[in-house]
């Protein structure tokens, strides 16, 4: 199986990097120094779980150069999704299965506004990771997962030989029954901590210390739910329950990728979480006051950080 990573940041890096350390055929599409710095010397990363170096098959920012996948990992942040699809025009054939891994809750609508739809898979993933430096992946807490589906969530047969692959290279993985309410129950937790850690810039437990914050997250986390179940996802009271089971068993010092964004004054996921929440809460008739309110304080940051860094 050829199998293309397009982003090589954190998580990109991560499992693109145990697929290439499992002796698959791996090619990736980075840019810049990090990408000079692969090629040279090749993928290193540095994982809690056991530390590798991978030298890959082709590593480049040209997707002319890449070998016609069977499968591409999508790396990339979720508002870089509708440009990379464009290109990914070029090299797909009837059969590649595309994953996205992102955080956020309308990459796979992304995904089909752009190509067909027997081409797009379903999934997310959990990790903390991050690129240290060029060409090296930091993998810093969480036992990495990633969970994936066909968007109609069929047992099919390319999807069981998917998981074969993440097996063989040692990545827990699972196809769950509704990968859309997968996705939303992790975006429910994302968008509750990334939001009010982006706005208080302290680590999560430090958010769950204070009662007040605690209740913003709770009413946040509701706000979502409420707009999930508008778009016919079938989320329940519990799965706010489990959401908090998280949050509360996340270890001192756990941030969200998009708060570090926010934090480091990149462009983060804003409009693709708490945005999202507002915009389509609007288009259903759900008040959104809590997500508006996060929403509204980051977004003059988010335009800042898109002037200098896009
Ligand atoms: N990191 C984490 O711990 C986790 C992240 N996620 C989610 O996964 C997604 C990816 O996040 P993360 O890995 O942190 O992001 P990163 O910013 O670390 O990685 C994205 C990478 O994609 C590269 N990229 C983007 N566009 C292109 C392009 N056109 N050509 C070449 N390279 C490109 C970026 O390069 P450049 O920097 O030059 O733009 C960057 O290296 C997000 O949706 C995030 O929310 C989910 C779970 C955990
Ligand atoms: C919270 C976490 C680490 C879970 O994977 C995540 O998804 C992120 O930081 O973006």
């Known amino acids: 199986m050829e199998i293309l990573v397009y982003g090589i940041g954190g998580v990109g890096g991560y499992f693109g990097g145990k697929l290439a350390n499992a002796g698959l055929n791996v090619s990736m599409i980075a840019r810049g120094e990090h990408l000079k710095q692969i090629q040279k010397h090749g993928l290193e990363v540095e994982s809690i779980n056991g530390n590798f170096k991978v030298k890959l098959k082709v590593a480049t920012s040209e997707i002319s150069e890449v070998p016609k996948p069977d499968l591409i990992i999508l790396g990339i942040k979720s508002w870089q999704i509708p440009a990379v699809a464009k290109e ?125 914050l605690f209740g913003m997250m709770k009413k946040s986390a509701k706000e979502i739910i409420e707009v999930g179940k508008a778009k016919g996802v079938p989320l329940k009271d519990t799965h706010l329950e489990m959401v908090f089971e998280i949050i509360n068993s996340q270890p001192k010092g756990n941030t969200a990728s998009t708060q570090r964004d926010i934090m480091n004054g990149k462009p983060s996921e804003l409009y693709n979480f708490n945005g999202y929440i507002v915009k389509e809460g609007k288009k259903y008739g759900i008040e959104t006051p809590v997500n508006r309110y996060i929403y509204e304080c980051l977004k003059p940051m988010e335009e800042e950080a898109r002037k200098t860094k896009e």
């Open 88 to 212: 990914l025009k070029s090299i797909i054939g009837e059969n590649t299965m595309i994953l996205p891994l992102q955080n956020g809750a309308d990459n796979v609508e992304k995904l089909l506004k752009i190509l067909p739809g027997k081409n797009v898979l379903a999934g997310l993933c959990f990790v903390v990771s991050f690129i240290e430096k060029p060409a090296k992946i930091k993998h810093t807490a969480f036992d990495p997962k990633i969970t994936f589906g066909e968007i109609d969530n069929s047992q099919s047969g390319r999807i069981l030989e998917l998981k074969k692959i993440f097996d063989k290279a040692g990545i827990d993985n699972s196809i769950p029954e509704n990968i859309q309410l997968e996705v939303w129950k992790k975006f429910m937790f994302i968008c509750t901590v990334s939001g009010i850690g982006g706005l208080t810039r302290v680590s999560i437990d430090k958010i769950r210390e204070s009662d007040y």
